[in-house]
């Protein structure tokens, strides 16, 4: 699995911008996928999960009811849907997946930096 996170950019404060987690090679199928996100100086935050059949698991309070985690298994890829985005989800965001098989495998995408312009 070689993943690539993808669709970051520059966004005004309540506007929309949608991430893609792409896997190349192997079939995302089997794994549960999350975002994660990092900003300069502070640490890693987790802000969703979706599991292997399609169920959003976990959203951080800090995203809730503006953030929407989806998959599309034809496309291989997990979207994260960001709507009304704020000044402090500027942000680089990672993508990961984990295996439901094999325990400890999992894998990371490059990321791709998020600005939130007020």
């Known amino acids: 699995v070689q993943l690539q996170a993808s669709g970051g950019g520059l966004v005004q404060s309540g506007g929309s911008l949608r991430l893609s987690c792409t896997s190349s090679?192997?079939?995302?199928?089997?794994?549960?996928v999350g975002w994660i996100r990092q900003a300069p100086g502070k640490e890693r935050e987790g802000l969703s999960c979706?599991?292997?059949?399609?169920?959003?698991?976990y959203y951080a309070d800090s995203v809730k009811g503006r953030f929407t985690i989806s998959r599309d298994k034809a496309k291989n890829s997990v979207y994260l849907q960001m709507d009304s985005p704020k000044s402090e989800d500027t942000a680089t965001y990672y993508c990961?997946?984990?295996?439901?098989?094999?325990?400890?495998?999992?894998?990371w995408g490059k990321g791709t930096l998020v600005t939130v312009s007020s």
């Open positions: 990961n997946a984990v295996s439901r098989r094999i325990l400890g495998r999992n894998y």
């Open positions: 090679g192997d079939t995302l199928d089997d794994y549960a």
């Open positions: 979706i599991n292997s059949s399609g169920r959003p698991a």
